[in-house]
């Protein structure tokens, strides 16, 4: 199971960090990755951390978000700097099978999602 949390309402160039905890299957072996999905848009791959810690980000947040991993907690982190109101979503955690990020922004080899989170960048 994937539970995220740490949505909110941020204003324009604020920041906010999400949480993903992971439970009930060995980290080790899926990589961890957000997707959002807008209203009226279709789900987005946003940033995905592999076995091994390699990064991938989508074009539209790269140098902005920062994803991270705590694995003796079973954790993942979305850090989101300077957000834009295009940023607000809501924002998925899911795990990634075989653990390496490549082709991981279909979703299509995304096995467990968490429950989302909502984040409004608004003033």
């Known amino acids: 199971q994937l539970q995220a949390s740490g949505g909110g309402l941020v204003q324009p160039g604020g920041s906010l960090t999400l949480s993903c905890a992971a439970s009930?299957?060995?980290?080790?072996?899926?990589?961890i990755a957000w997707f959002r999905q807008a209203p009226g848009k279709e789900r987005e791959g946003v940033a995905c951390?592999?076995?091994?810690?390699?990064?991938s980000y989508g074009d539209s947040v790269k140098g902005r978000f920062t994803i991270s991993g705590d694995n003796a907690k079973k954790m993942v982190f979305l850090q989101m700097n300077s957000l834009k109101p295009d940023d607000t979503a809501v924002y998925y955690c899911?795990?990634?099978?075989?653990?390496?990020?490549?082709?991981?922004?279909?979703?299509?080899?995304?096995?467990?999602w968490g429950q989302g989170t909502l984040v409004t960048v608004s003033s």
């Open positions: 899911g795990a990634v099978r075989y653990g390496f990020c490549a082709g991981y922004r279909s979703g299509d080899r995304t096995a467990y």
């Open positions: 009930g299957f060995t980290l080790g072996d899926y990589a």
């Open positions: 951390i592999g076995s091994s810690g390699v990064t």
